[in-house]
């Protein structure tokens, strides 16, 4: 007989919860990237990475509120944020706008944001609405 794991089980909330934190961050690089395909121009520099941070954290709060998964928006804002910019400044070596650079770039920026929003998604664990007991031992 083989033992099934509860959905609600420690182990597989954080499991969940490294997963979403890689995915959202994941979810950043690769709209970066389309936008580094199409107008490169208007998502080099800070401003791909603000879109990339904005597009992590967005995703990982849609994961949250929509699909009721333990995500966290810094996770995914972090990892996307660090993911966009190994991204962007491999078009230093590569050339950039190019489908060269997407995919190496892209893998490069994923090598190291996707590990860092799997590390802060934990993160999400945190509950901010549960209640928490009244003190009375003043």
Do not use: C
């Amino acid at each position: 007989m083989t033992k099934r794991f509860h959905a609600d089980s420690p182990s597989v909330r954080l499991l969940t919860s490294l997963a979403t934190g890689a995915l959202a961050a994941l979810f950043g690089l690769l709209a970066t990237i389309a936008g580094g395909l199409l107008a490169l121009n208007l998502f080099r520099g800070v401003w791909g990475i603000l879109f990339a941070m904005t597009l992590g954290g967005l995703s990982a709060f849609a994961f949250r509120r929509l699909g009721g998964l333990p995500a966290s928006s810094v996770a995914g804002a972090v990892g996307a944020m660090v993911a966009a910019y190994v991204t962007i400044a491999s078009s230093e070596t590569l050339q950039p706008g190019s489908a060269f650079w997407a995919i190496r770039g892209g893998i490069y920026g994923a090598m190291v944001g996707v590990p860092i929003g799997a590390l802060l998604g934990p993160l999400g664990l945190r509950s901010l609405n549960r209640e928490r007991p009244i003190r009375n031992d003043l």
